[in-house]
């Protein structure tokens, strides 16, 4: 097992830089918060923690996370990516049952650009008939 482990994770906007140390399973977000502290909601916590307990290794590791950008989602999904990267590069043996959950696969779904002449990326202007 690597003393320190870096990874890179990304959803949407948000970028997440993971470093993984072998330690007590404390998760500090962006130098200061703690990971109940920084996500309010169930839904994003467990977001973050779903390749630590699917791989068994929750509490195993140290997890230093440096977020920017996205939203809240967005931040979570990018925090997971990089936990998964980061635990493939630690055990090179997880890396079938985490590609299986479909947690290393950068989701390649962004905003639409706005185009000339709508409203929004595909909302047209009110159609008048006179």
Do not use: W
Request: hydrophobic share 35%; proline share 5%; glycine share 8%.
């Amino acid at each position: 097992m690597a003393e320190r482990i870096q990874a890179v994770g990304k959803r949407k906007t948000a970028i997440a830089r993971i470093t993984m140390t072998p330690g007590d399973g404390q998760i500090i977000i962006n130098r200061k918060c703690t990971l109940e502290d920084y996500f309010p909601r169930e839904a994003h916590r467990r977001a973050v923690l779903a390749p630590l307990v699917l791989t068994d290794r929750v509490g195993k590791y140290t997890i230093k996370v440096t977020v920017r950008g996205g939203g809240v989602t967005g931040q979570a999904e990018a925090i997971r990516h990089g936990i998964a990267r980061a635990l493939v590069a630690s055990e090179e043996n997880l890396r079938p049952l985490l590609k299986r959950a479909g947690f290393l696969t950068r989701d390649p779904r962004i905003v639409e650009r706005k185009k000339y002449g709508r409203h929004k990326a595909r909302k047209s202007p009110q159609y008048s008939k006179r």
